[in-house]
């Protein structure tokens, strides 16, 4: 399994972006069941949960964001072409990341996507 993100740049303040996660080697069950999430590091801090999207069974899935982006970011998920989303809109200086997604499948393996830079200028 490969996580492959991309979608990541430079805007301005109030501007938007979409990142976009596309998992490579699963079959649909698989991925449709797996937990998926997007992540933030910025300089010289941690790893933080941006907004996860997890199975809930049955085709349906719940969502989650931090606080500080509820309102302006939405998780999607394209099960078929086994891509997650992150639409980001208003976005501020304090978004300014490397993004990350996340996949943990029903196995209970998780990986990680090789991150893309967004970058907020004020």
């Known amino acids: 399994v490969q996580l492959q993100a991309s979608g990541g740049g430079l805007v301005q303040a109030g501007g938007s972006l979409k990142l976009s996660c596309k998992a490579s080697?699963?079959?649909?069950?698989?991925?449709?069941?797996?937990?998926m999430g997007w992540y933030r590091q910025a300089p010289g801090k941690e790893r933080d949960m941006v907004a996860t999207i997890t199975f809930s069974g049955r085709n349906n899935y719940r969502i989650n964001y931090v606080d500080s982006v509820k309102g302006r970011f939405t998780i999607s998920r394209d099960n078929a072409k086994r891509t997650v989303y992150l639409q980001m809109n208003s976005l501020k200086p304090e978004d300014t990341a490397v993004y990350y997604c996340n996949m943990v499948r029903p196995s209970g393996s998780g990986y990680w996507g090789q991150g893309t830079q967004v970058t907020v200028s004020s």
């Open positions: 080697g699963m079959i649909l069950s698989d991925f449709s069941a797996s937990n």
